[in-house]
DNA sequence: CGATGCGTTGATAACTTTCAAATTTAGTGG
DNA sequence: CCACTAAATTTGAAAGTTATCAACGCATCG
C-alpha cells in the first residue's frame, strides 16, 4: 500500500554517545513505573539508530519480529490490511513510545513511519539475554506488555461507541500523549484517524467539523487542535 | 446489575488430591507451547476449588487482583459497564481457560460465573514466588499475556466490521473454542453475545436468523448452532 | 394457568457509509 | 515568489445499516 522498507545502511550506527538528541521523551508507555529506566536506557545505550522517511515502511506483517524499537523522533503506525482491503490501524507510536513487542515469532501487523522518523532498535536476543542477567529488565517487558494490553482493551470500549465518541475519546487520548496542553498537533492524517477509530474518513472530519460547532474544539489548521471545552469532551466521551 | 459475589465458605477447600474431574481442559490460552504444562500443573495442584453458581460475581472491577483463575467447568464473562449504562464484555472463559490476569493491584473488569461455575484459584503472590524458582512459570505467564494480548487484538478486527461478520467471526471463535465439530453450545445469552459484539440483541438474533435462510448454520434452539456452511461464514468474516 | 424471562419479528428512526463534487492545502517547477 | 498540479480535507445528497420501540411467541416455573 505504501513504499517499501527504506532502512539506509548509511543510516544505521551505533552512536557513540548515550544519545543526545533525544527529545523530552514523554514515555506513554514506561513513565509510570519508578524502575523504568534501564530499559529505556538501554535502548538509549546499545541501541542502533535508523531513520525512515515518511510512509515508508518499518516491518512488514510475517516478517521475523528480531527487533524492538523505540521512536526517537517522528511518529509510527502499525496496521493490517483485512481481507476485503481496508486498513486497520492497530495503534500510533509517539516519541518515547515503545513498538515492535511480539510474542511469536512474526510481526502481526506492519509499521510504517507517518513522518520522517528515527528510531531506535534493539535485537530481541540482546534484551532476552540482558534480561537473564538484569531482572528488571525483563519486569519492565513484562510490565510494557501489560500497558499494551490495557491500553488495546481501552481501544476495545471506544470501537463499541459512537462515531462522536470515538473521535472525542481519540482527541483526549491525543492530547495526554502528544503533552501540547490543549494545542495538540496530530501526526496523522484524517484517513490514519479513520482506520484507527474503524470510521470512514468523511465521518471522522463531518464529526470534528460538529464539535468545533458545538464549541468543544477549534480547527486552526486540519493537523492542529485545540480543545477548548475538556469538560464536553470527557461528557461525549462518556 | 447481577447478584453479588458467591464464594460460599464450604466451597473452598484444598483438593488432598491433583484435582480427578477436571473436564478434558483444551485450554484454548495453553495448548499451544509445548511447556504449557507445569503452570496449568501447578494449578491443579495447590490451587483453591471455589463454585459460583450462575450469574453471580465472582471478582468485580477495581477490587484487588489478588488471584489468578482457571475454569473447570461452566463458564465465565469478564465485563464492564460503561458509563452510558451499557455493559461491554471483556471476553468469554470455557473450561480450561485462564482468566484474572492482571498487571495493576486492582481487576480492571468484573467477572460473572455465565452458569454455575466451578474454579481454581491460586494467589498471585504464591505464583510469583513460584516463578522465581521455577523459570518456566514466569515464561508462561509471559506466554499467557501474549496471547491474550493477540485474543484482544483480534477482537479489534472483529468489532471494526459489519454485524454480520462480526457474528460470523463470532460463531467461528466459538466453534474452535467449544471443540463440539460443528455442532456448538453456547453457554451465553444473546444479551451476552451482543455486549460481546458491540451490537444489539435484536441485531444479533436478526443476524443469525438470516445466517439460518443462507444456509450457514441451523438453530436447532437458540442456544445450539449447528454450522452448515464454513465457507460461507468464512467468506463473511473475510 | 398465569407470570416471567428470553428470543424473535416488525416498523420506524437515527446513524454511518457511499458516491460525488467543491474547497483547501501542500508540493513543484518556472 | 507565483502559478500550477496533485493530494488532502470538507461538504452535500442518497443509500444502507443498525438501533430503538413495540409486540409477539415460546418455554420455564411457581
Avoid at 3 to 18: E, G, K, Y
Avoid at 52 to 58: F, S, V
Avoid at 98 to 111: K, P, R, V, W
Avoid at 149 to 163: E, T
Wanted: proline share 4%; glycine share 6%; with cysteine.
Amino acid at each position: 500500500m505504501q513504499t517499501q522498507t527504506a532502512v539506509r545502511s548509511d543510516a544505521i550506527h551505533r552512536p557513540a554517545m548515550p544519545m543526545r538528541n533525544v527529545p523530552p521523551a514523554r514515555s506513554h508507555a514506561l513513565d509510570s513505573a519508578t524502575e523504568a529506566e534501564s530499559l529505556d536506557h538501554t535502548m538509549n545505550l546499545i541501541g542502533a539508530v535508523a531513520a525512515y522517511p515518511r510512509n515508508t515502511e518499518i516491518f512488514g506483517e510475517n516478517e521475523p519480529a528480531d527487533y524492538l524499537y523505540k521512536v526517537v523522533s517522528g511518529s509510527v503506525r502499525t496496521y493490517k490490511i483485512l481481507n476485503d482491503g481496508r486498513r486497520q490501524i492497530g495503534g500510533f507510536y509517539l516519541p518515547g513510545d515503545i513498538f515492535g513487542l511480539e510474542f511469536a515469532d512474526e510481526h502481526t501487523l506492519s509499521a510504517e513511519a507517518i513522518a520522517d522518523t528515527k528510531v531506535l532498535m534493539i535485537k530481541r536476543r540482546t534484551l532476552n539475554a540482558l534480561a537473564g542477567r538484569d531482572a528488571s529488565i525483563g519486569r519492565q517487558l513484562f510490565a510494557l506488555t501489560g500497558r499494551e494490553l490495557a491500553r488495546v482493551q481501552d481501544r476495545i470500549l471506544l470501537l463499541v461507541q459512537s462515531a462522536q465518541e470515538r473521535v472525542a475519546g481519540f482527541l483526549l487520548e491525543m492530547a495526554e500523549r502528544v503533552s501540547g496542553g490543549n494545542s495538540i498537533e496530530l501526526p496523522m492524517s484524517r484517513q490514519d484517524i479513520a482506520d484507527y477509530l474503524g470510521l470512514t474518513i468523511e465521518t471522522v472530519s463531518r464529526t470534528l467539523t460538529s464539535l468545533e460547532c458545538a464549541a468543544a474544539i477549534q480547527l486552526p489548521t486540519s493537523r492542529r487542535i485545540v480543545l477548548r471545552d475538556r469538560t464536553a469532551l470527557n461528557r461525549i466521551n462518556a
